[in-house]
């Protein structure tokens, strides 16, 4: 295998070059993150999937959000997140209730299991995500939370133009 300093030297050429192994290299941090996230939370558990499920659940509705709403969130299928909230649901997290204006919609709400899963965990959650940035200073850190927010907000802009209608903003 090639050493990661000689890959990276071999691709800052080009812009273009130095695009592709940004893609690259954000997959396989997210690939790693992902299994990260999911060691810490294997006790109680939880997945990665599951864990940004209830992430999101928490911290970006105002009221409880219907399955596509929350699919939209988390830029995914109806189907997966009916899946996540069933196993979310059958170990106490969340409930899935029908809408009480429209009957045939569900809504997912956090339920009390939710609430005693995020108590106390700040302090350990703090520490755990610190260490995924160890290796970045304060003005690094600053500059990536800029440069994402950019990234993110592009990548929303493509992604509704790829899925079209389906999706909703």
Same mark, same amino acid.
């Given at each position: 295998m090639k050493d990661?300093?000689?890959?990276?030297?071999?691709?800052?050429?080009?812009?273009?070059?130095?695009?592709?192994?940004?893609?690259?290299?954000?997959?396989?941090?997210e690939q790693r993150w992902s299994y990260i996230v999911s060691r810490e939370f294997r006790e109680d558990g939880i997945t990665a999937k599951q864990w940004l499920f209830m992430v999101i659940l928490g911290n970006v509705f105002e009221r409880p959000p219907s399955m596509?709403?929350?699919a939209d969130a988390m830029s995914t299928t109806h189907q997966n997140v009916k899946q996540l909230a069933v196993r979310l649901e059958d170990k106490g997290l969340i409930r899935i209730k029908p809408d009480p204006q429209n009957r045939r919609m569900l809504r997912l709400e956090p339920a009390e299991g939710f609430h005693r899963f995020w108590a106390g965990r700040d302090k350990r959650d703090a520490e755990a995500v610190k260490s &995924? *940035?160890?290796?970045?200073?304060?003005? /690094?850190?600053?500059? &990536? *939370?800029?440069?994402?927010?950019?990234? /993110?907000?592009?990548s929303k802009e493509r992604y509704l133009e790829?899925?079209?209608?389906?999706?909703?903003?």
């Open positions: 990661m300093q000689a890959i990276r030297d071999e691709h800052r050429e080009t812009r273009e070059s130095m695009e592709r192994y940004i893609l690259v290299a954000l997959f396989l941090i596509q709403e929350m &995924l *940035f160890d290796s970045l200073d304060d003005e /690094e850190v600053k500059s &990536l *939370f800029n440069i994402f927010a950019k990234l /993110e907000e592009a790829y899925c079209g209608r389906r999706c909703s903003k």
